[in-house]
């Protein structure tokens, strides 16, 4: 590893740091991802506390605060409480996160009090367990992220090799087990990726905080991708991301890996879900204004072209036929007028010649919307679907929109409305 020393511009401990970073971005990414989408994110937060009094007892049987040892205690204890919590999930009476909440509580209440002893017990070589707590990257060693990347590797393999078994249990526990597929492996599987990915972030992130790495880079994948493995890939580059520049900017500033790592996590699974396109709640909020924007303005055209088009009439007259009020009327003049469809002088609005020809593809639509409520049935489609008002042949192809369209020609009730 002294090639990277000499590779990256940083002194050895930060390049150190900054590996063991990239090593629980990644693991946890894919890792976290599967936990997401089982919806047992929380497993791992308890599997990380848990893993707590496992460091505890291992530092009181050998006497030693070795990380080699402390390291098979935590994964112990941490194995321990995953299989707890599967045992837990199966009882009929007990819900999943009451199952998790019980070994979330009670494994990490005995691993402060085991800290709390030894604490109190004056050994001079317990100093620096309570950084299991909230991590200490600055104690990594080149050992340390010898096994992180070993680790690392042993997941990655686990879940290349058993996709197609993750992927289904994932999405369809019931048909999974209805198929023969081995479901309570697949959970086993999960767990103990779980584990793993709390052994390799203890040191870094420690118990307290590895949940956000576990959720966040899942969770800000989930707003660009809907598969599962361009999701792995892309949740494992975020956690990578998420950890190396946590590292760095901790490092750079002088302040604890594990909060820095922790809050460019949130940050970046914030504004993922707010910000991402098709799919973010800023999105989704421009696209609901735009669409109430567009059925205003429908709206408004069908209602001053329904008697007299070429007519002037009074904002205050078009708001009292529409039962409107008088402003939701203005903002939506405002918006015909900037498009090109209005016309507003003296208090007066009049359509123009393309406001007109709008308002009757307007008319148009509405009449072909009916038409496919009233005779849709009638279509035969080969397939279930509900069109979109707005592009009624669009949806339903242009054979079957003329056909509708001759259905309601025939339609005496139809033909009394155009």
């Known amino acids: 590893m002294n090639w990277l020393y000499d590779l990256l511009p940083l002194p050895g401990t930060t390049v150190l740091v900054a590996l063991g970073a990239l090593a629980l971005g990644i693991t946890a990414g894919v890792v976290g991802s599967l936990a997401v989408l089982q919806q047992r994110s929380l497993v791992g937060d308890a599997i990380a506390h848990a893993a707590l009094p496992g460091i505890a007892v291992a530092f009181i049987v050998s006497g030693a605060r070795d990380s080699a040892t402390l390291t098979i ?19 009929p009476r007990l819900r999943a996160d009451a199952a998790i ?31 299991y707590l909230f991590g200490q990257a600055s104690g990594i060693v080149e050992s340390d992220v010898t096994l992180s990347f070993t680790l690392m590797a042993i997941a990655l393999i686990a879940v290349i090799v058993l996709t197609r078994i993750l992927r289904a249990v994932t999405f369809d526990r019931t048909f999974s087990a209805a198929a023969g597929l081995p479901v309570r492996f697949a959970e086993a599987a999960s767990a103990a990726l779980l584990v793993i990915a709390v052994v390799v972030g203890l040191r870094m992130v420690g118990a307290i905080l590895m949940v956000v790495m576990l959720i966040a880079p899942a969770v800000a994948a989930r707003q660009f991708v809907t598969r599962l493995s361009p999701m792995l890939a892309l949740s494992g580059l975020i956690g990578a991301v998420v950890g190396v520049s946590g590292a760095l900017a901790s490092s750079a500033a002088g302040v604890p890996t594990g909060p820095v790592i922790a809050l460019i996590g949130t940050a970046t699974a914030v504004l993922a879900v707010l910000l991402a396109p098709h799919r973010g709640v800023a999105w989704t909020a421009r696209h609901r204004m735009r669409a109430r924007s567009r059925l205003r303005r429908t709206e408004l055209l069908l209602a001053l072209d329904h008697a007299q088009p070429a007519a002037p009439r009074m904002p205050d007259a078009v708001a009292g036929d529409m039962g409107r009020s ?62 979109n008002p707005l592009d009624l042949a669009g949806s339903l192809g242009d054979e079957m929109a003329a056909r509708l369209a001759r259905m309601a020609r025939e339609d005496p009730a139809h033909a009394a409305v155009r």
């Open 73 to 91: 205690g935590a994964v112990i204890a941490a194995a321990v409480a995953a299989a707890l919590i599967l045992r837990l999930q199966r009882t």
């Open 326 to 387: 008088v402003r939701w009327v203005r903002r939506g003049l405002g918006s015909l007028q900037r498009a090109g469809l209005a016309v507003v002088a003296n208090d007066a609005v009049t359509l123009t010649e393309a406001g007109r020809r709008e308002a009757q593809r307007a008319r148009e639509a509405v009449l072909a919307w009916s038409a496919w409520i009233e005779h849709g049935w009638r279509l035969g489609l080969p397939d279930a679907r509900e069109p």
């Open 101 to 131: 909440g019980v070994v979330l509580a009670g494994a990490f209440s005995v691993g402060v009090v085991l800290l709390t002893w030894i604490t109190g017990s004056g050994r001079g070589d317990q100093a620096g367990l309570e950084s």
